[in-house]
């Protein structure tokens, strides 16, 4: 896993224009953005922490906690609706006993919601850890997650970097969106 | 996938393919990135230019043919855009692999994009020596192995996989075999923007030059002066096909009228409509047009930089920009004096970071440039004051993607092209409770009963389309006595609709109205970014209004008479927030409301005034009983409800109080007995 010091060393540019493409570098490296990393990226470009952080939490894609194992995003686009998504939705903040996205209690999957996928004609879809499904059901989802269930579990370091604060230290200030 | 999204000169770690269609014929060509060549384009069809040699001649024709056809020998094409490997893709090409090894047999495999025809995905097309290309649809990984038995090993080529065939002179005796593009779906459609995908492999410069590609770049660089470009472009009467449908051409003389030692051309790939996937399918089916249509753009306003700015989304569409921009640097059609001009051009990519408002223009240049994808005023325009206060010209994908058929077929060909005077053709993506899904390009002002019901080939068997949404969040939806409206900019005005980026969600009566009103306003409350009140507060209140009418008042009269207040207010916050706004998403906000509140204004008065959802869509709404008959008592409906809403002993039939009762239909997916039905 790359350090946000790697990264830094990587990408020579400092102006404010790299903020975003380094963001998502410490998020693709480390499943998230790191609170230590905020404030490390902040000192790097010469800029206030909160412009960092302002920048970090408008995106949709940046998460603030460490992710679970596996990663499920639901489409909840137009044509994904219309063929019930929500009703999928539904389902999976049950089985994973998730209120509204974030990780099940397990640390098994964390649930995100994506506005769209760009699949459209397949819905409804799910990316699963990178990979699409299309076309699902209640039932069809669940054999899918019951598969994935019965894969041994990962080693639980899961995604903790010598710079990464643990996920209870990560910005107290991160609003509870509902 | 991050590793060097900044620059975009060639230091990818995979290696980047040779193209072979540029590599010298003999010593006397000079051409390489440090010494352009003008005649390079050019040369890929009549070469060779700068000498006389009948075997330079037959090698440069020998290897086009070769390129065009995609290789030599057999050729196995695989359809592995995004919806292609959705349907399993990566797996059939392993299949076909082992099944190649196994038996022994030659055959190259090449991967392709999207075809378009995304219900019948995924398709494999096999190219034999001396036959045309024959495309296989419906292909699974469970029934790959099948396709590839009945045509390696028993030769039956004309089995049910097959589709059609592609055209392809050199071959006779198939005429019994049916185009591909004479099959009901693709024969209506009028392909100039999905031209190519599908059939070129999208990883592979040589495959789009075999096909044309360059050619109007060399046209504008090396005969036309930006000036004639520009006025080229205004000519072919293309309006930006992104939404807010502002023609190109303009646009583009005044960012080359603005003077300015540095500007900008930027790409808009941020589709984040829901509903749309076209831009999509152009970025990862056929890259390289793309290119070509962004580097006209720089030239035509004297632009040195490119950017695109691409959804993280779309995984698959960053990396084949990356390789085609590799290729593109590594035969120098792309860097410093292309084809020997004075024009260098460098193209970086943006990856967006998931906002929706960044599709709007001042809001991607504020992204663009590290900080929140806020909107500001204008003007000024970006034409004129855009990235870093230069002249930035901003063109959606699909915008650019006909640029080049308007440079090498001339603009009057563009401008003919659609119905009624409209110019050129749109791509719409085809979803919802519809037959065929997947990309349709028609010719603008087409009616929307062609493309929904001859293309589309209407509603799913035993149900009835009830209404079209068109244009996403700032759209409208048109009900089915409508359908005869032509689909072009003006037209669906008139019915409170916006073409938008092209997307096309089919309903039938199974959705409600109001919770699709309810739907967008939720995905717009989201999406606002905050800085204008009337957007920001507006729309928070529309998704609250909307939201208590599509929940059931429970217990408190307060609550009741909320809603009926609430509906008087809403079509006035509506209007509002219309007009007040400060850019597209807050001005177009209201549009999803004031649309089915005009067209579906029977189902809100259902909705409040008897608490029931005539679509049976809205859960908050439903109230959901218990067949004493079948319940067992087990008590998991009970432990489920959130509301405390049942009641019952173990062992005794349950039943739900209904005043409690919020709809949830908690109870219903916990019940093993199916004993929770749904009151009507």
Known sequence: ?178 | MLQDNHSSSPSMGAAIPASVLITPCCDRCTHSPATPCRHLVECLDHGPICHTDDLCRTRRADRLATARRGGVGTLIFVGAGTCGRANGALKIISKIKEFLTEKAIAATLVETGCVGYCQREVFVDVQAPGQPRLSYCDVSPDNVAELLDAIFVQGQWVNPFLFGRYPDEATSGWEQVPLVADAPFFKQQRKVVLEQCGVIDPTSLDAALARGAFQAAAKALLTMTPEETCAQVLASGLRGRGGAGFPTGRKWQVALSTPSAQKYVICNADEGDPGAFMDRAVLESDPFRLLEGLLVAGYAIGASRGYIYCRAEYPLAIQRLQEAIAQCHQVGLLGENILDSVFSFDVTIKQGAGAFVCGEETAILASIEGGRGMPRVRPPYPAVSGLHGKPTVLNNVETLANIAPILTRGAPWFAGLGVNGAAGTKVFALSGTIRNTGLVEVPVGVPMRQIIFDIGGGALPGHEIKAVQIGGPSGGCIPTPYMDIAVDYGSLQTLGAMMGSGGLVVMDERSCMVDVARFFMEFIRNESCGKCTPCREGTTRMFEILDEITTKPVGDELRRLERFRGILKLEELAETVKETSLCGLGQSAANPVLSTLRFFRHEYEAHILENRCPAGACTGLRTYRIETALCIGCTLCKKACPQNAILGDRKQAHYIVADRCIGCGACQTVCRQDAVLVAL
């Open chain 1, 1 to 178: 896993m790359r350090s946000v010091e790697e990264i830094l060393t990587a990408w020579g540019d400092r102006s404010p224009e790299s903020l975003i493409p380094l963001l998502q570098q410490v998020q693709e490296a480390q499943g998230y953005v790191p609170r230590a990393a905020m404030t490390r990226l902040a000192a790097a470009l010469g800029m206030p922490v909160a412009r960092v952080y302002g920048v970090a939490t408008f995106y949709n894609q940046f998460r603030f906690t460490a992710p679970g194992e596996h990663i499920i995003e639901i489409c909840r686009g137009t044509a994904c609706h219309v063929r019930g998504s929500a009703a999928l939705l539904d389902h999976l903040r049950r089985r994973l006993k998730v209120d509204a996205e974030g990780n099940s209690r397990d640390g098994r999957f964390t649930l995100i919601t994506v506005a769209c996928l760009g699949a459209c004609s397949l819905a409804p879809v799910i990316r699963l850890d990178g990979e699409f499904y299309g076309g699902l059901t209640i039932e069809k989802l669940d054999q899918l997650l019951d598969a994935v269930e019965q894969q041994p579990r990962r080693a639980a370091t899961a995604a903790v970097s010598p710079v990464a604060a643990p996920p209870a230290a990560t910005c107290q200030c991160e609003h509870q969106r509902g």
